[in-house]
T-cell receptor, first 115, second 108 residues
Framework: SAVISQKPSRDICQRGTSLTIQCQVDSQVTMMFWYRQQPGQSLTLIAT?????????ESGFVIDKFPISRPNLTFSTLTVSNMSPEDSSIYLC????????????FGEGSRLTVL | GQNIDQPTEMTATEGAIVQINCTYQTSGFNGLFWYQQHAGEAPTFLSY????GLEEKGRFSSFLSRSKGYSYLLLKELQMKDSASYLCAARGGNKLVFGAGTILRVKS
């Protein structure tokens, strides 16, 4: 299994500000994934963060709004820029495990509320 | 494209058996996963199928038919603590795409 630490665990933010979420993994991984879970909804993949290259964004998500850094094989950050109330959500960092099942492990999530 | 469908919610009685169905369409399919998510918590892995058939793991079993794009999660001897959201997720290439989740309510 993989142990994933995220911070902050929760925050209340003002409209128009930006917040950076950090994700630390206890092992080296090639890909790290950032998901969003809006209230009452399922998980939506924002982007895949690869070390040494730019992140790959899913349809509907852009780098200007969600810049991602991946400075090494155990760490990544996701910034939510120029926040609006619609960005109120749980943001989850995840990685594939090393078992042959290859399941996705999740961090505890960062719950953001934008006022 | 990718599409995953599962029922929005289900209710079952403690001690009973419940089956949660999932249909999926995904390119480059290489695995079907089920996750459990309690309110306010991150999803936790329950089961994985990549070949057709049934995988059993204690009170939980999962079935896959690749030709039909169909899976189900079977929960036996339901307990109150099984009340949660159950997420079906299909892996295509290096991405895991989640369904909207099925809220299961277990009543006594």
């Amino acid at each position: 299994s993989a142990v994933i630490s995220q911070k902050p665990s929760r925050d209340i933010c003002q409209r128009g500000t930006s917040l950076t979420i950090q994700c630390q993994v206890d092992s080296q991984v090639t890909m790290m994934f950032w998901y969003r879970q809006q209230p009452g909804q399922s998980l939506t993949l924002i982007a895949t963060a690869n070390q040494g290259s730019e992140a790959t964004y899913e349809s509907g998500f852009v780098i200007d709004k969600f810049p991602i850094s991946r400075p090494n094989l155990t760490f990544s950050t996701l910034t939510v820029s120029n926040m609006s109330p619609e960005d109120s959500s749980i943001y989850l960092c995840s990685v594939f495990g090393l078992a042959k099942t290859g399941e996705l492990f999740f961090g505890e999530g960062s719950r953001l509320t934008v006022l | 494209g990718q599409n995953i469908d599962q029922p929005t919610e289900m209710t079952a009685t403690e001690g009973a058996i419940v089956q949660i169905n999932c249909t999926y369409q995904t390119s480059g399919f290489n695995g079907l996963f089920w996750y459990q998510q309690h309110a306010g918590e991150a999803p936790t892995f329950l089961s994985y199928n990549v070949l057709d058939g049934l995988e059993e793991k204690g009170r939980f079993s999962s079935f896959l038919s690749r030709s039909k794009g169909y899976s189900y999660l079977l929960l036996k001897e339901l307990q109150m603590k099984d009340s949660a959201s159950y997420l079906c997720a299909a892996r295509g290439g290096n991405k895991l795409v989640f369904g909207a989740g099925t809220i299961l309510r277990v009543k006594s």
